[in-house]
């Protein structure tokens, strides 16, 4: 199946500081991304979506200010979290969607955990 | 609402015992997807597979089987023998509007004790 990379695959940042997570589809052209956030021993809840050459569309509950996202190529998508806080801590998974195949697959990438201290 | 249950938090066996893991799932669209993915200690998402609204079909791979029941819209997981390795939180997703939206149950964390 297509591959999904996330770099950095773990991260440690000072509260205020900003921290930047990249998501890369390595084998096909994604136009759409998603982020989404785990808490521990939580499920994964959807952030937004990300798409190519236009602005992410957040879900409620997620502000965008402190949750840039930028999806300036096909292959990439970037989530700067601004000003992190403790509470931002979480594991990040994004995932790309494979518009080559009729069945519209999603591949998730291997996550990123962010702490926050 | 498009929405995914497992009912069961947490379910602790021992080696080589048989598990169900139960989803059931909410959806208006004809046309959806539903996933079992297995999620190990490191976090990556583990996919184990996908079934269409369209298949019914019971399918069985390896130890693992899955049971899916559109009159009870339901899509359980039967892990047969089970081993230590099998431990993990393993999710049951929904897929639909045309591929542009996934939604997670919560989850059940599965421990195979020795």
């Known amino acids: 199946g297509a591959v999904v990379s996330q770099h950095p695959s773990w991260v440690i940042c000072k509260s205020g500081t900003s921290v930047k997570i990249e998501c890369r589809s390595l084998?096909?052209?994604?136009?759409?991304m998603f982020w989404y956030r785990q808490f521990p021993k939580q499920s994964l809840m959807l952030m937004a979506t990300s798409n190519e050459g236009s602005k992410a569309t957040y879900e409620q509950g997620v502000e965008k200010d402190k949750f840039l996202i930028n999806h300036a190529s096909l292959t990439l998508s970037t989530l700067t979290v601004t000003s992190a806080h403790p509470e931002d801590s979480s594991f990040y998974i994004c995932?790309?969607?494979?518009?080559?195949?009729?069945?519209?697959?999603?591949?998730f990438g291997p996550g990123t955990r962010l702490t926050v201290t | 609402a498009q929405k995914v249950t497992q009912a069961q938090t947490e379910i602790s066996v021992v080696e080589k015992e048989d598990v169900t893991l139960d989803c059931v799932y909410e959806?208006?669209?004809?046309?959806?997807?539903l996933f079992w993915y297995k999620q190990p200690p490191s976090g990556e998402l583990v996919f184990l597979i996908r079934r269409n609204s369209f298949d019914e079909q019971n399918e069985i791979s390896g130890r693992y089987s899955w049971n899916f029941q559109k009159s009870t819209s339901s899509f359980n997981f039967t892990i047969t023998a089970s081993q230590v390795v099998d431990s993990a939180v393993y999710f049951c997703?929904?897929?639909?509007?045309?591929?542009?939206?996934?939604?997670f149950g919560p989850g059940t964390r599965l421990s195979v004790l020795p």
């Open positions: 084998d096909f052209q994604a136009t759409t």
């Open positions: 995932s790309a969607l494979d518009t080559t195949h009729i069945t519209y697959e999603q591949y």
């Open positions: 997703a929904l897929r639909y509007n045309y591929g542009q939206n996934f939604v």
């Open positions: 959806t208006r669209d004809t046309t959806y997807y």
